[in-house]
């Protein structure tokens, strides 16, 4: 029995040995993975934070817009030159004429060559994707507003409602109009569905002859250009809102030089 102790003993110490070393091993494993993962995260919020800026530059963004690129290992996605479900997203976007707001741009796929990762230019390839944008009553009030005479405009169910008021003979007069907004080419047009004078429903003829005592051809039907929208986003849909009305689009393939 004695015999077996110093065999039992040394079986014990090996088994300690490779259990200490497993641990070691195990804990280096973590770390190494701990030290991946933060150069990914710390690799992609420099690479994003960069676009960010790039594109508050060029876009002239009162501030930095959010880019996200969400396919994986950043890192892995750099080796390979290909950022997938890449999405953009400013909560103000001024135009010539609007400011936009919560204007989000989403792409599947973004190809960007090795010589652009290491500086020395190339083209980028962005896939087709979608864009969203909001456009707020404040702002749809502000364009509606022409002629000097200030027009409010709300939701009025799926319509949009254009409440204004002047003065005829001395008198103020209240007309308010609610309109279809559709989407044609190029443009948004209006069309007129109904109309109310003084809070009585008439017909869009009577409102017609009443608006026109100043001058006014709102209720003529009128489309509104879209000139500022960029050519390769084509607009898909138009809803109307709680809080204004809603755009969505698609977004087409382009390719951008970057020298």
């Given at each position: 029995?004695?015999?077996?102790?110093?065999?039992?003993?040394?079986?014990?110490?090996?088994?300690?040995?490779?259990?200490?070393?497993?641990?070691?091993?195990?804990?280096?494993?973590?770390?190494?993975?701990?030290?991946?993962?933060?150069?990914?995260?710390?690799?992609?919020?420099?690479?994003?934070?960069?676009?960010?800026?790039?594109?508050?530059?060029?876009?002239?963004?009162?501030?930095?817009?959010?880019?996200?690129?969400?396919?994986?290992?950043?890192?892995?996605?750099?080796?390979?030159?290909?950022?997938?479900?890449?999405?953009?997203?400013?909560?103000?976007?001024?135009?010539?004429?609007?400011?936009?707001?919560?204007?989000?741009?989403?792409?599947?796929?973004?190809?960007?060559?090795?010589?652009?990762?290491?500086?020395?230019?190339?083209?980028?390839?962005?896939?087709?994707?979608?864009?969203?944008?909001?456009?707020?009553?404040?702002?749809?009030?502000?364009?509606?507003?022409?002629?000097?005479?200030?027009?409010?405009?709300?939701?009025?169910?799926?319509?949009?409602?254009?409440?204004?008021?002047?003065?005829?003979?001395?008198?103020?007069?209240?007309?308010?109009?609610?309109?279809?907004?559709?989407?044609?080419?190029?443009?948004?047009?209006?069309?007129?569905?109904?109309?109310?004078?003084?809070?009585?429903?008439v017909s869009l003829r009577e409102a017609?002859?009443?608006?026109?005592?100043?001058?006014?051809?709102?209720?003529?039907?009128?489309?509104?250009?879209?000139?500022?929208?960029?050519?390769?986003?084509?607009?898909?849909?138009?809803?109307?809102?709680?809080?204004?009305?809603?755009?969505?689009?698609?977004?087409?393939?382009?390719?951008?030089?970057?020298?």
């Amino acid at each position: 029995m004695s015999a077996q102790d110093p065999t039992r003993t040394r079986r014990r110490a090996r088994a300690g040995l490779v259990a200490r070393r497993l641990v070691v091993a195990l804990v280096t494993l973590v770390a190494l993975a701990v030290i991946a993962v933060a150069a990914d995260i710390a690799a992609r919020g420099w690479a994003t934070d960069r676009v960010a800026a790039e594109l508050q530059r060029s876009e002239g963004l009162p501030e930095a817009p959010e880019v996200s690129v969400a396919g994986g290992s950043f890192l892995l996605q750099a080796a390979r030159g290909r950022f997938e479900d890449v999405t953009v997203t400013a909560a103000r976007w001024p135009t010539d004429g609007v400011e936009l707001r919560d204007v989000r741009a989403r792409v599947p796929r973004v190809d960007v060559p090795r010589s652009v990762l290491l500086g020395r230019g190339g083209t980028v390839d962005v896939a087709a994707g979608t864009v969203r944008a909001d456009l707020p009553w404040a702002q749809l009030s502000e364009q509606a507003s022409v002629g000097g005479i200030p027009v409010e405009v709300s939701r009025a169910g799926e319509d949009l409602r254009g409440t204004t008021g002047f003065s005829v003979f001395g008198r103020r007069v209240d007309l308010s109009l609610v309109v279809a907004p559709q989407l044609v080419p190029g443009a948004v047009a209006l069309e007129p569905r109904s109309a109310a004078v003084a809070g009585q429903e008439v017909s869009l003829r009577e409102a017609r002859r009443v608006a026109g005592l100043v001058g006014s051809t709102l209720l003529d039907g009128w489309t509104v250009p879209l000139d500022d929208v960029p050519p390769q986003v084509d607009l898909t849909a138009l809803t109307v809102t709680d809080d204004g009305v809603r755009v969505d689009g698609a977004l087409r393939p382009t390719a951008h030089d970057v020298p």
